[in-house]
Each structure stands twice: as C-alpha cells, then as structure tokens.
C-alpha cells in the first residue's frame, strides 16, 4: 500500500487469499479507518466511542412491546392494565429480546479483552441501510466482524454432495436450516472489506446459550468460523496476540 520495502524477517502481516505482505503501519491505519466509516447505530452515540452491544435489538425490543401493550389497553378499555399484565409476550417480540441479550453478553465479553492491539465496535450501521452489525473486533493481525446469535439446539454443519453431486453445506442449529446466517455474516464482511481494503477481514458466527458440546463443536463454513461464545473470546485473545 505505501511502498515500502519489506525484506526477509521483517514483521508483517500475510494475506492468503491475494498471497501479498502489508506493513504493519498500513494494517493499522487501515483498521483505524473503520471506526469512522461504520457509525454506531445509536444517534446520540459519538463516533468515537465503541459504541452500545445490543442497542439497536433492545430499542426495536422496546418499541414492539409498546405497540403490543397499546393495543391490548385499545382492545380492553378499563381492563387494559390486566390484560397486558395477564398476556403472554408475543414470539415476534420475545425474539428481540433474545437477541439483544446475546449480543449484549458477547459484548461484554470483548469489551473485557480491549486494550493495547485489540479494539472493539458495537452495533455499528451499515452505510445506506438500516441494517448493523453486532461486533467488529480490531486486532493487529486483521479484523473479525461477529454477529451474535441466541438459538436453542445444537449448530452443526451438514454437507450434502460429494463426488457426482455438488458439494453442499448447510448450517443446521437443532433440526433449523440457519444457512442464511452464514450468508449474512459473508455480506458483513463484504461491507468492511470494501470500506478498509486490503485488511483480513473473518467473519463469525457466535451462539449464545446453544447446545454446545463439553468439547470442540466449533467449525467453519464458506470461511465463516461458527463457534461459542467462550471460543469467540479465545479467538480475538490470539488474535490480538499474533504478531
């Protein structure tokens, strides 16, 4: 990127898909860019902060549940109050709230790994959409966008295909085909790489409460890393690490 001249044992960082060296003034500019193009999710949030994990969820959680109370008193006029009290939280709405917890607790988690050769971004939005995601997490050797997830069941990958047939993998979590996850982590990743560059830019799926085994379980897909939350926090520990 800038020319400079990287002779054998210089400390550097490798790109495999392009087989080229970057220096690692140029790999640090480059990640810093990121907190400026991806703006927090929040409004009143300022650009220089990493942002709240899970805000985006918990407002949209908020707002359902609103809407969801209005009716029921609109529906029951003076016995409004009781049926909200008395009514089950819709599935649509409980969804959200789901989903902001996972991503909160995930937060929390690379929040405590932050510092010197890690940073970590929060629900930052994607330029020209109202669509975000969950982490970014900035390291010396390349940059991982994280999406949190809080599903029940076990993730697993199933190939189908081989030798006659196309080669097929899906993402299963329990009996659920959640492909299109991967799919959206892949779309992330696409986003950050053309805002920064030339940066490793890894996308990862993260399970919040899953039925994760005692040992292992954690795999990858169409370069996806699909793992725990405990094994996401390993992961940026030796990424920030990597030299």
């Given at each position: 990127?800038?020319?400079?001249?990287?002779?054998?044992?210089?400390?550097?960082?490798?790109?495999?898909?392009t087989k080229t060296v970057r220096c690692l003034e140029c790999a640090t500019e480059a990640a810093e860019s990121t907190s400026h193009d991806l703006e927090p999710a929040c409004e009143a949030l300022p650009a220089n902060e990493s942002g709240v994990a899970g805000s985006s969820a918990r407002r949209e959680y908020e707002r359902r549940k609103a809407k969801d109370e209005e009716k029921?008193?609109?529906k029951w006029g003076p016995f409004g109050g009781i049926a909200v009290v008395l009514s089950d939280e819709?599935?649509?709405t409980k969804s959200w709230d789901r989903g902001a917890i996972g991503e909160e607790r995930l937060g929390a988690r690379l929040d405590a790994l932050a510092a010197d050769g890690l940073a970590?971004?929060?629900d930052r939005r994607i330029p020209g959409s109202k669509a975000n995601i969950d982490h970014i997490a900035i390291t010396r050797?390349?940059?991982?966008?994280?999406?949190?997830?809080?599903?029940?069941?076990?993730?697993?990958?199933?190939?189908?295909?081989?030798?006659?047939?196309?080669?097929v993998e899906k993402l299963l979590v329990g009996r659920r085909d959640c492909t299109k996850l991967v799919d959206g982590v892949l779309?992330?990743?696409?986003?950050?790489?053309d805002l920064i560059g030339d940066v490793p830019v890894t996308g990862a799926l993260c399970f919040v409460d899953a039925d994760w085994p005692l040992i292992g379980g954690a795999f990858?897909?169409?370069g996806v890393h699909v793992l725990a939350?405990?094994?996401?926090?390993?992961?940026?520990?030796?990424a920030r690490r990597r030299r």
């Open positions: 990127m800038c020319g400079t001249s990287l002779p054998a044992g210089t400390e550097a960082i490798y790109e495999s898909e029921l008193r609109e819709r599935q649509s970590v971004l929060h050797s390349g940059i991982w966008v994280i999406d949190a997830k809080r599903y029940k069941g076990r993730p697993e990958l199933k190939i189908e295909g081989g030798i006659f047939r196309p080669r779309k992330q990743v696409d986003v950050v790489r990858s897909t169409h939350e405990t094994a996401g926090k390993s992961a940026c520990r030796r």
